[in-house]
């Protein structure tokens, strides 16, 4: 799902391209992409583009009718800028909005259509929509740790609960971990001063390399290659490879749908981290260091 270092570079490459322009029309290739009723999606046709917004993960256009129109990627919408009356041919076009000088068109990889996009009508729309998590960079350590321990939540889920942090999810959270040296099933009430302070910077730094990053590219061109998977990250996406700074293996937590990626080394002191898919069906042969995992692995060859 992109998250807010890729939401922010959509905008960016946005803003250029359709800020004060007329947006002429919109074309909808699937029925289940629109999710509200009223006002009309013909309220936006015909209407400047006055301002872009970020609420959490979606990514809103304002228009000079107080009309925004509010697009949620989800985990494989993507947004893409091609030339004007783009076709929508093929499963993953779902939608175009037509400008003079292009189309922005969003796709979704895969069959299960979750991406949305709504129409709503002024300010108070859009505050019934927004999660409510605060913002890192307007929010100063104390802030931040208050919003955290609101709750006793493991870190990996206080960090990824849009009503407590506005736009980190799966990917950024484990790079995040990974800086801060935290492991990503401790709880928030057993956080010590100085780790609420690493966690603070690594929350903020990490964020900031990856929207310079992001920023720079889309200043060239258009983003076209959004994914939580990308080679220069510590350990998100990168089980079984080394781990940039002490070179053990990164291990993961599977749960559902989604995967946290760690390395043991440097987050827990050594110990692994039960996967719930393995832990099950090897209870208390489950290893517990990766001493015991690298033992376990030399004796089934």
């Given amino acids: 799902m992109p998250e807010l270092p890729d939401i922010l570079a959509y905008m960016n490459a946005l803003e250029p391209r359709v800020l004060g322009q007329t947006l002429e029309r919109v074309r909808i290739a699937s029925p289940f992409l629109l999710r509200t009723v009223e006002p009309p999606l013909s309220a936006a046709e015909g209407q400047p583009v006055r301002e872009l917004r970020r609420i959490g993960k979606r990514i809103a256009l304002g228009f000079d009718n107080q009309i925004w129109l509010v697009l949620h990627l989800m985990i494989a919408g993507r947004l893409h800028w091609r030339a004007p009356g783009a076709k929508l041919g093929g499963r ?4 175009a909005f037509d400008f003079a000088d292009g189309s922005l068109v969003l796709t979704e ?7 949305s996009l709504q129409v ?10 927004d999660p409510g998590g ?3 960079f307007e929010s100063d350590l104390e802030q931040f740790r208050l919003a955290l321990t609101n709750e006793n939540r493991t870190l990996k889920r206080a960090l990824t609960d849009p009503r407590i942090i506005s736009g980190i999810g799966n990917a950024y959270s484990d790079e995040i971990l990974h800086a ?9 009430g057993k956080l010590t001063d100085e780790e609420w302070e690493r966690l603070y910077k690594a929350t903020k730094e990490t964020l900031t390399l990856w929207i310079e990053r992001f920023n720079t590219e889309a200043q060239k061109s258009f983003p076209e290659k959004v994914t939580a998977f990308r080679p220069e990250m510590a350990v998100h996406g990168r089980y079984g490879q080394p781990c940039p700074v002490c070179g053990e293996k990164v291990q ?3 749960y559902a749908d989604n995967e946290t990626n760690y390395c043991a080394q440097c987050q827990t002191g050594g110990k692994l981290l039960a ?3 393995l832990s099950r069906v090897m209870k208390s042969d489950w290893p517990k260091t990766l001493a015991e995992l690298e033992a376990l692995k030399r004796s089934h060859k």
């Fill in 92 to 95: 993953q076009n779902l939608a």
């Fill in 109 to 115: 990889a895969g069959s299960t259509r979750r991406a």
């Fill in 120 to 129: 709503l009508q002024g300010q108070d729309a859009l505050d019934e929509i």
């Fill in 134 to 136: 605060i913002e890192v």
């Fill in 180 to 188: 801060a040296r935290l492991s990503p099933i401790v709880q928030t």
């Fill in 252 to 254: 993961r937590i599977r």
């Fill in 275 to 277: 996967d719930r898919s």
